[in-house]
């Protein structure tokens, strides 16, 4: 039997690595904002991820590559990518030099059960703000966010955006939640009644129909949430509706990872079917002291699926004209490197046959790779010091001389 990839991982290749390309080239709007790339390890220590995400998230419970090297060390493959940040930025001691901006994209590793849309190898791109509280910066960063997403040309989603409190007022409404959920105990399924005594705030997170029925009347946590944490709040939703940005809030919104704290938002999209949500992020103004023990400094990122992304983002279009050299006899395949070369120096994407190929198969083989252009260089046209160029959308063809081969296509 041949191989296969392992189950929920894919080849990325034609339209959507092209689209990964594309996704990457508009993080460009992450360098103007003043975020500065950083790429972390793809393992870490297993410890980085439990205390970082939470040992009562569905990622720490069931969903880690976790496995033991040969020196004996717990090892996992990363999961995301804001506890590494973290980790980096106290490893090097960044905190010294004030607030960081990073950005970042990659692979990302959960052992979920795969569907459209959920693979267990994901590429991520994310942005972390480490070191800022004001309420300015989440309000910059879902901009940045909305901004960067229809960059791509995704305009199909939602922002939904809630507030998780901060510990002490979270701690309330956690233990109010609980008594509520405990009256319907007994319809919840296994993994509720396991988070309600682990996890209160998880329940909600649950997307079994049946236990979402008992979530309507649900106390929410606006109810508890204390005065600095509500200013907080009412100055984001303020500040991105100044910016234009269009959202709506959804108290029942409490996000996967246990590292959050006052704004978290996620980007649904109602195109993608169950794996709807492109973009999930929040503060987290506990994790660096959590991962970098000591250094308190408050935090706010996001990250993205690129395949969700990719997904949504319209075909896309060639921006650089395709030509194909097509030749034949020595001299030829001589001229046609020449040519491909000039024209690859002019910024355009050549390609030819290494084959002596009839002009028919290499016709063929050019319309079939979607070119706009076929340089001709027969014998003819090689002892006439020119090429015949036919332009496959009006099948035409011309006479250029080869010197002015590279004017003729800035021309045409
Ligand atoms: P997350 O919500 O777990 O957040 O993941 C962010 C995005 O990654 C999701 O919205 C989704 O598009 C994509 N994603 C997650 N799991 C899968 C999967 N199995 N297959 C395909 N795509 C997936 C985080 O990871 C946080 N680190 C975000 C963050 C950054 N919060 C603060 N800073």
Known sequence: MSIKAPRGTKDIFGEISEKFQEIIKMSEIFKQFNFEQIITPIFESTDLFIRGIGETTDIVEKEMYTFEDKGGRSITLRPEGTASVVRAYGEHKMYQEGSKKFFYFGPMFRYERPQAGRYREFYQIGAEVIGECSYLVDAEVIFMADKFVKKLKINNYSIELNTLGCKVCRAEYQVALKAYLTQFREHLCDDCKRRLETNPLRVLDCKVESCREYFNDVPT?????DDECKVHFEGVKQIITTLGVVFHVNSKLVRGLDYYNRTVFEFVSQDLGAQGTILGGGRYNNLVGEICGGIDQPAIGFAAGMERMAMLMPKMEAKTRKIAICWQGEMGSIC???????????GYITEMS??????????????KDGVDFAVILGEDEVLRNIAKVKNFSSQQ????????????????
């Open 397 to 412: 063809e011309v006479e250029v001389a080869m010197s002015n081969l590279v004017e003729y296509f800035k021309e045409a």
């Open 336 to 346: 046609a490197l020449k040519a491909r070369l000039e024209l690859i120096e002019a």
């Open 221 to 225: 946590l606006e109810q508890y949430i």
């Open 354 to 367: 290494y084959e002596s190929k009839s002009f028919k198969a290499q016709f063929k083989k050019a319309n």
